[in-house]
C-alpha cells in the first residue's frame, strides 16, 4: 500500500505513459494478416494553435481507435496538417511586414523560403497539442498537404481532369476577396443578416425632364450600371421603352431592357443592372447583351472605370456618393432595411462578387455518384439527419472555382505561350514537349510561363484519404490496398461540403470505392450560454490550461458528457471538474482494494459470492449496453454506461458489499474477482480515459495478461441473469429507502435496527438479497410476516412493507401528513394511467411491451394506495 500514493496525479502520470506508448510502437501500424481499422485527422492548419473544436473532434477519434485497437484491429490513425493557402500567406505577410519586407517587391520564390520557414518553425505545434491530449496516432505516419508525394498527386489530379474536361478556364462571377485579394469557392463564402440602408436614387430620362426612381443598397455601384431593367407588364414604364436613362453623377446614358426577372413590388420595381458587380445583374448582362464595366481593383478600391473618387476605398466610396446624390437632388429617401451579405470564411471581409479569369472543376458528373452513396448508405451518416442536408446541397452544386490569387500552395500546372493559348502539363519539361507538338514546333522553354495562380487548398484536402496512402501516384501500392477505404471520418458538420462530399467524389473518380464507410458529425464546441466560442468574446478555454488543471482524462470526460452526435456542446468547465472527480472516484477505489489483507484460509462469504454473481451480470448487460452505443455511434451515451457502471454499480454497490469489516482479511476468492471485475472495467474505460486505466491496470494485471492496456483486448458482453439484476434493482430500492428513514429520523448507522418485510398481493419473497440488506443496512433481525407487528413504521417499497419498530423516532402527526401527501401523488398518477389504459387507440396501437408496462405501473399504484390507506389507518387508531 506504501508505493500507491494517496492522490491521483495526472501530470506525471501522463506524460510517463505517453512516452511509454511512443517508446514500444504500440500506435505504429504496418499492413500484416489482421483486418486493418483506419481513420484519418482532418488535418488541422498549420497556421493552428489546439482550440475546443479539436479536442472534442481529437478525443472522438481517439476513444473509436483505442477501442478498435483492443478489439484486435491493426489501427492506423494517421495525423498531419493542412497548408491552409488563405491563412498561412497571411500569417507569412504579417510576418514580413513585421520586419519591413513588402511581399509586393520580392519574388515568388523568395516568398515561398519565408513560408517553409515560418511552417517548420510553427506548423507542428497543434500536433504535439494532441499528444498531450493523449491521441494514439500513428505520428511516424505525419503528412502535410504540401509533402512532395501529395503535391505530385495534386498535380496528376488536375492534370486528368483536364484532360476529361472537367477542369476548364473561363471568365466568371466569382467571390473575391478584397483582403486576402483571391477568388473564393461558394462554400468559402458566409452569409449573415445584417442592418443595411436601402437607397432611392433618381435616374433622369435622356432628353426629358422625367426621372425614374430605383433602389439600391449599394449607391457606389451605380457608376458601373450599363441599363435598368423593368418588367415587360409593367404599365408605369411602358413609355419608356427604346429610351435611355442617364447614370446620376457621371451621365451615362444607359438603355432601358424588358424582363420578368425583375419584381415589380420590390422599391420602384424598376432594377439598375451592374452586370460586373453582381451574379444576378452579369446573367441579365449576358442576356441582353449589355457592356460589364468593372468599377473596383482587386483590393476593393475604386479604379479609373469609375470616372469620380478613384483610389477610394468601396466603402468610403459609398459615403461619398451618397453625399453627392444628395447635393445633386438624386437621393430621394433612405431606408433601413435587414438583409443577407457575403463575408470570407477566412478573413470575415465583405465579399465582392467579381468577373475574374478563373479555373473551375465542373460538379455534376462528380456529384451524382456520391450524393447516391450516401442515400443508399453506402456511406452511413451519424446522426443520419444530415443526409437531407447534404442531398439539397449535392443536388444543387454550382461548378467549383479552384484557382486562387495566391503564392503558398500547389502552382496550376498550365503553361502559356506569347499568344496566350495554353497547355497542362507535369513541369517544365513536359510543357514545352506538348507546347511543341500540339502549337509552335519552335518555341523555347523560356518562352512558356506558368499560371501564377495556385490551387484552393481544398483541391488538396479532398484527395487527403487518397493521397496520404499514395494512392493517386502509386493506385495498387500495398497500403492503399490494405487501408483504403478508410473505416470512419469524425468532422464537423461545417465541412460537410468543402471537404466530406468532396472527398466521396474523389474517392469514387479515382479509385471507383468509397473514401470511408462512416462519417460522425458532431455539433460546434459552445459555451454554456449558446455562445460560439471565439478570442474576441474571451469565452474560449485554453485548452493546456484545461489539461494541466483538470488532467487530459479529466477534460476527455468533460467534453464527452456534453456531446451528443450532430448537436451543439455546451461547454461548462465544471464537467471537467466531474471528470477530475471521475478519476478521483476511481483512484480511491483501487486504493481501498489494495488495502485489503488476503486470507487464504478464509471461505467465501454467502454474501460475497451473491454480490460477486449479481456485478458480473448487471457488469456483462452493461457491456452488452456499451456495445448497441459504439454500434450507433452514440458516443456520449457509450461514456455514460461505463460512468455509472464503475462509479454507481461498482464503487458505491459493489465494493460495499463485498469489503471486509474493519481491520478484518478477505477471502482469497473475492479479492481474485473483484481485482479481475476492476481489470475489466479499466479496459472498458481505456478508450476514454487512456491514462488512468493504464496506470490502475499495471498494478492490477495477471502475468499473463497484455503488457500494456492500450494492446489488452476490450472487454466483451458475456451471458448474464436478468433475475439476478432485476432482484438487486429492488433490494437497492429497500436499502435507499432504509438509508433515507435513518436520515430523516436521525438514526446513526451503528445502531441496529430490526425489520419486518410483508408481502401483499400474494406476492413471493425473494430473499436473494436478504444478507446483504443486513449489512448495508445493519439490520439485526430481517424476518417476513403476514401482519404488522405493534408499534412498527411502516416504509412503502412497491408494493411490499418495510415494518421497523421505531416507537422513540416517530411523531405520529408527520407520519400521518406526509402519508396523504403521499397518497393524493399516487391516486392522481394512477388516474392518468387508467385514462391512458381505457383509451383503445392507445391500447390497440402501442407496441405490446409499452401497454404491458403501463398495466404494471397501475398494479403497483393500486397496491401502494391500497397499503398508505391500513397505514394512515392504523396511525389514526
Not at 488536375?158 to 471568365?171: A, C, E, M, Q, S
Not at 462571377?173 to 437607397?199: C, F, G, I
Amino acid at each position: 500500500m506504501n508505493r500507491i500514493p494517496k492522490h491521483y496525479s495526472p501530470g506525471n502520470t501522463e506524460s510517463k505513459w505517453y512516452a511509454d506508448w511512443i517508446e514500444k510502437g504500440y500506435f505504429r501500424s504496418e499492413p500484416d494478416d489482421r483486418p486493418p481499422y483506419s481513420m484519418v485527422i482532418p488535418p488541422p492548419n498549420v497556421t493552428g494553435v489546439l482550440h475546443m473544436g479539436h479536442m472534442l473532434n481529437n478525443t472522438i477519434q481517439d476513444v473509436l481507435v483505442r477501442r478498435a485497437r483492443m478489439l484486435g484491429y491493426n489501427t492506423c490513425w494517421l495525423p498531419g496538417t493542412d497548408h491552409a493557402s488563405i491563412a498561412t500567406e497571411a500569417k507569412v505577410v504579417n510576418k514580413l511586414k513585421s520586419e519591413g519586407i513588402d511581399k509586393k517587391k520580392i519574388t515568388r520564390e523568395e516568398f515561398l523560403e519565408h513560408a517553409w520557414e515560418w511552417k517548420e518553425k510553427h506548423g507542428g505545434i497543434i500536433l504535439e497539442q494532441l499528444k498531450k491530449l493523449g491521441a494514439s496516432c500513428d505520428w511516424e505516419r505525419t503528412k502535410f498537404t504540401m509533402d512532395e508525394d501529395l503535391s505530385e498527386s495534386v498535380i496528376n489530379v488536375f492534370i486528368d481532369l483536364y484532360k476529361k474536361g472537367l477542369i476548364y478556364r473561363g471568365v466568371r462571377m466569382v467571390n473575391w476577396d478584397p483582403k486576402a485579394l483571391t477568388a473564393l469557392s461558394d462554400e468559402e463564402v458566409v452569409h449573415r443578416e445584417v442592418q443595411s440602408k436601402l437607397y432611392y436614387v433618381r435616374y433622369r430620362i435622356q432628353d426629358s425632364n422625367e426621372y425614374i426612381t430605383i433602389a439600391t443598397t449599394r449607391p457606389e455601384t451605380i457608376l458601373g450600371d450599363t441599363g435598368i431593367c423593368i418588367h415587360p407588364e409593367d404599365e408605369r414604364y411602358k413609355h419608356l421603352i427604346g429610351k435611355k436613362a442617364l447614370v446620376p453623377l457621371i451621365d451615362r446614358p444607359i438603355p432601358f431592357i424588358l424582363d420578368e426577372y425583375v419584381d415589380r413590388e420590390f422599391g420602384s420595381g424598376a432594377l439598375k443592372v451592374t452586370p460586373a458587380h453582381d451574379i444576378n445583374d452579369y446573367n441579365l448582362g449576358l442576356k441582353h447583351n449589355l457592356p460589364s464595366i468593372d468599377i473596383f481593383n482587386d483590393d476593393g478600391t475604386l479604379n479609373e472605370k469609375a470616372g469620380i473618387f478613384i483610389g477610394e476605398d468601396r466603402f468610403t466610396a459609398r459615403e461619398k456618393v451618397t453625399e453627392a446624390l444628395q447635393e445633386q437632388g438624386s437621393l430621394i429617401k433612405v431606408e433601413t432595411i435587414t438583409n443577407s451579405i457575403g463575408f470570407s470564411e477566412r478573413t470575415d471581409e465583405v465579399i465582392e462578387p467579381k468577373l475574374s479569369l478563373q479555373w473551375f472543376l465542373k460538379m455534376d458528373a462528380l456529384a451524382k455518384p456520391a450524393l447516391d452513396a450516401v442515400m443508399d448508405d453506402t456511406i452511413r451518416f451519424h446522426p443520419p439527419k444530415f443526409k437531407n442536408i447534404y442531398k439539397h446541397w449535392m443536388e444543387n452544386v454550382r461548378d467549383w472555382c479552384i484557382s486562387r490569387q495566391l503564392w503558398w500552395g500547389h502552382r496550376i500546372p498550365a503553361y502559356y505561350l506569347p499568344d496566350g493559348r495554353h497547355v497542362v502539363a507535369k513541369n517544365h519539361d513536359e510543357a514545352l514537349l506538348e507546347a511543341r507538338d500540339k502549337y509552335d514546333a519552335n518555341i523555347r522553354k523560356k518562352e512558356l510561363k506558368q499560371d501564377e495562380d495556385v490551387v484552393d487548398t481544398w483541391f488538396s484536402s479532398w484527395l487527403w484519404p487518397l493521397s496520404v496512402f499514395n494512392g493517386i501516384n502509386e493506385p495498387d501500392n500495398k497500403e492503399i490496398r490494405y487501408y483504403y477505404p478508410t473505416n470512419d471520418l469524425v468532422t464537423a458538420p461545417e465541412i460537410l461540403f468543402f471537404w466530406v462530399a468532396r472527398m466521396i467524389m474523389a474517392g469514387l473518380e479515382f479509385r471507383k470505392e468509397i473514401p470511408f464507410k462512416n462519417v460522425y458529425l458532431h455539433g460546434i464546441v459552445r459555451d454554456k450560454e449558446g455562445r460560439k466560442m471565439s478570442k474576441s468574446l474571451g469565452n474560449s478555454p485554453d485548452p493546456i490550461q484545461l489539461m494541466d488543471n483538470y488532467g487530459a482524462d479529466g477534460v476527455r470526460v468533460g467534453m464527452l458528457f456534453s456531446s451528443p452526435a450532430g448537436n451543439d456542446l455546451l461547454f461548462d468547465e465544471s464537467l471537467c471538474e466531474q471528470g477530475r472527480n471521475f478519476c478521483n472516484k476511481i483512484w480511491n477505489a483501487f486504493r481501498l482494494t489494495q488495502s485489503w489483507e488476503v486470507d487464504n484460509s478464509l471461505s467465501q462469504p454467502g454474501n460475497a459470492a451473491t454480490a460477486i454473481r449479481w456485478f458480473e451480470s448487471n457488469m456483462n448487460q452493461a457491456l452488452e449496453t456499451l456495445e448497441s452505443h459504439f454500434e450507433k455511434y452514440r458516443i456520449a451515451d457509450a461514456l455514460m454506461t461505463i460512468y455509472k457502471l464503475i462509479w454507481e454499480d461498482f464503487c458505491s454497490w459493489y465494493l460495499e458489499m463485498v469489503k471486509p469489516d474493519y481491520q478484518k482479511p478477505i477471502d482469497p476468492e473475492t479479492y481474485r474477482k473483484t481485482i479481475g471485475f476492476l481489470n475489466h472495467l479499466l479496459r472498458a474505460l481505456h478508450p476514454f480515459m487512456p491514462f488512468i486505466s493504464e496506470e490502475i491496470y499495471q498494478h492490477v494485471k495477471d502475468a499473463d495478461d497484455s503488457e500494456s492496456i492500450t494492446i489488452a483486448p476490450f472487454p466483451g458482453a458475456e451471458a448474464f441473469d436478468k433475475n439476478i439484476t432485476t432482484s438487486f434493482a429492488f433490494a437497492k430500492e429497500v436499502v435507499m429507502a432504509i438509508r433515507n428513514l435513518r436520515q430523516e429520523k436521525n438514526i446513526p448507522q451503528k445502531e441496529q435496527l430490526t425489520l419486518f418485510v410483508k408481502k401483499n398481493n400474494n406476492e413471493q419473497a425473494d430473499t436473494t438479497f436478504d444478507g446483504i440488506i443486513r449489512k448495508l443496512c445493519n439490520i439485526s433481525k430481517l424476518e417476513y410476516t403476514d401482519t404488522k407487528p405493534e408499534g412498527t413504521y411502516a416504509l412503502i417499497v412497491r408494493s411490499t412493507e418495510l415494518l421497523i419498530p421505531l416507537d422513540q423516532h416517530v411523531d405520529a402527526e408527520e407520519e400521518i401528513r406526509s402519508l396523504e401527501e403521499e397518497l393524493a401523488y399516487q391516486e392522481g398518477f394512477l388516474q392518468k394511467i387508467e385514462k391512458k389504459l381505457s383509451n383503445e387507440k392507445f391500447v390497440n396501437n402501442a407496441p405490446e411491451k409499452v401497454v404491458a408496462m403501463e398495466q404494471k405501473k397501475q398494479r403497483d399504484a393500486r397496491s401502494r394506495i391500497q397499503v398508505i390507506k391500513a397505514q394512515l389507518d392504523n396511525l389514526k387508531k
